[in-house]
């Protein structure tokens, strides 16, 4: 069985070693990464997965910032070992993390990448949403997770100040333990099991269409 946990101090290097090599050198002066300086990473739905030897496949992490006033989840960096990549497990931790963030009440979410592959998820071009340059507005992505949530949201991207639970999170935070646990799932390759996402994969169909 494959395992998706939620990543513990224990796993900095091993996660920092797999963004090394999945990505170029310099990611981190990367724009995106000034919002995250300083700022505690969305701890429940940031996720590993390892193979059942417990070598790390793949790893997602969150960070919450501003667009405007508003609390948005930053999605990112994933990535998956190169040896892994193609097999459908991006998109395992794609759908579980989605899926927690819904149930821990947070509404939207941005990220900064391509949409021919975040598509797929429901994420949407968002106008009118500024990330800090240089970004390619192209690039710059959201997802509803509750009907309506980036609905007249537009502005800078910030980095999150407060330390204050977000409006919204501190009604579902009775719901931590449904997204702070450690999960088991099938490799996605068998096909004998036919959704191993849950609600997210149902769920963004309805909310999906409203991004942007
Ligand atoms: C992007 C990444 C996370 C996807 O995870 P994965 O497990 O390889 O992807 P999945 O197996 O879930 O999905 C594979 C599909 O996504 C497509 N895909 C993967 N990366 C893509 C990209 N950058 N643009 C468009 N499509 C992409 C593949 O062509 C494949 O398409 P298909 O289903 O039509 O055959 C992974 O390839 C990776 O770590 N890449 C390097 C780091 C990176 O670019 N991270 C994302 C930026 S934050």
């Given at each position: 069985?494959?395992?998706?946990?939620?990543?513990?101090?224990?796993?900095?290097?091993?996660?920092?070693?797999?963004?090394?090599?999945?990505?170029?050198?310099?990611?981190?002066?990367?724009?995106?990464?000034?919002?995250?300086?300083?700022?505690?990473?969305?701890?429940?739905?940031?996720?590993?997965?390892?193979?059942?030897?417990?070598?790390?496949?793949?790893?997602?992490?969150?960070?919450p910032?501003?667009?405007?006033?508003?609390?948005?989840?930053?999605?990112g960096?994933?990535?998956?070992?190169?040896?892994?990549?193609?097999?459908?497990l991006?998109?395992?931790?794609?759908?579980?993390?989605?899926?927690?963030?819904?149930?821990?009440?947070?509404?939207?979410?941005?990220?900064?990448?391509?949409?021919?592959?975040y598509?797929?998820?429901?994420?949407?071009?968002?106008?009118?949403?500024?990330?800090?340059?240089?970004?390619?507005?192209?690039?710059?992505?959201?997802?509803?997770?509750?009907?309506?949530?980036?609905?007249?949201?537009?502005?800078?991207?910030?980095?999150?100040?407060?330390?204050?639970?977000?409006?919204?999170?501190?009604?579902?935070?009775?719901?931590?333990?449904?997204?702070?646990?450690?999960?088991?799932?099938e490799?996605?390759?068998?096909?004998?099991?036919?959704?191993?996402?849950?609600?997210?994969?149902?769920d963004?169909?309805?909310?999906?269409?409203?991004?942007?």
């Amino acid at each position: 069985m494959y395992e998706i946990c939620p990543e513990t101090a224990a796993d900095e290097y091993e996660v920092e070693s797999l963004y090394d090599l999945c990505f170029a050198p310099g990611r981190t002066a990367l724009s995106s990464y000034r919002l995250r300086d300083g700022v505690s990473k969305v701890a429940d739905l940031c996720l590993l997965l390892r193979d059942p030897t417990g070598i790390l496949l793949a790893a997602i992490r969150y960070w919450p910032v501003r667009v405007g006033e508003h609390s948005t989840l930053l999605l990112g960096p994933i990535a998956v070992h190169p040896t892994a990549q193609g097999e459908g497990l991006g998109g395992l931790l794609m759908r579980d993390s989605l899926t927690r963030a819904q149930k821990l009440g947070w509404g939207r979410v941005l990220l900064v990448g391509d949409a021919p592959y975040y598509s797929r998820f429901g994420f949407e071009k968002l106008d009118g949403v500024e990330m800090p340059p240089p970004t390619n507005p192209d690039r710059v992505l959201g997802l509803e997770l509750q009907p309506g949530a980036w609905v007249d949201i537009a502005g800078l991207v910030t980095r999150e100040t407060s330390q204050d639970v977000p409006p919204g999170l501190a009604e579902a935070a009775g719901n931590s333990h449904l997204s702070s646990a450690c999960i088991e799932v099938e490799h996605p390759r068998d096909d004998t099991i036919a959704d191993e996402s849950g609600d997210f994969a149902t769920d963004q169909r309805s909310f999906g269409s409203g991004s942007g």
